[in-house]
């Protein structure tokens, strides 16, 4: 059945425009009202972990939506792939992807999904999700088979669960939709509490 647009009192509005998120999002019965996709600088501020730049990155891009529809519930989000304490970036060229896949080859990685929400009274809602994802060895030629694919472009950690790269997913502890780019439990949970009618 098709998901209608939500019946709350103010509009919602989706501040990414993010395929992905739209359609996680009618997983769980919700089309936005409006897309407003918030234009933000994501470079990781010195000394920055994974976890902290996460939800950074999901308040700020919920504020500059938040500054342009102050009528509207805003929903924004921020998906990040670390290692460690070092920040993979999302893939934009094939030799960055590469080196996201070598690192990622055989070893578990941590994928932080964060969310805001800012209702129209100013208020801001923020939750985290945290993933543990581990790898199976690549081989070269997988590798460049998933290169020539290009599921990793524009992709944090060079990297589309949804897609072919699940079958490179050994195990996965948390939230599968967090690592596809909107954590489904924490952004109902957060609606409902901003008063967007779910169903």
């Not at 509005?13 to 089309?31: H, M, N, W, Y």
């Not at 998906?79 to 460690?84: E, F, Q, Y």
Request: glycine residues 10%; positive net charge.
């Amino acid at each position: 059945m098709a998901s209608e647009p939500n019946a709350s009192r103010a509009p919602l509005v989706l501040a990414s425009a993010s395929p992905r998120r739209r359609e996680l999002l009618a997983r769980i019965g919700i089309t936005p009202d409006a897309i407003v996709p918030a234009d933000i600088d994501e470079s990781p501020l010195k000394g920055e972990r994974p976890r902290p730049h996460a939800v950074r990155l999901a308040a700020g891009k919920a504020r500059v939506a938040a500054a342009l529809r102050p009528d509207a519930v805003i929903l924004g989000g921020d998906t990040v792939v670390g290692v460690g304490a070092r920040i993979l970036p999302k893939a934009e060229d094939e030799a960055t992807a590469r080196r996201c896949l070598s690192l990622l080859s055989g070893r578990r990685h941590r994928v932080y999904s964060a969310i805001a929400v800012i209702t129209p009274d100013g208020h801001l809602r923020e939750a985290l999700s945290e993933t543990i994802v581990r790898f199976k060895s690549l081989s070269d030629e997988e590798v460049e088979a998933y290169i020539a694919g290009g599921e990793w472009r524009g992709k944090a950690g060079g990297y589309a669960i949804q897609g072919s790269a699940e079958g490179f997913c050994a195990w996965l502890s948390g939230s599968h939709s967090g690592v596809v780019g909107l954590p489904l439990y924490e952004t109902r949970r957060l609606l409902r509490a901003a008063g967007v009618t779910l169903a």
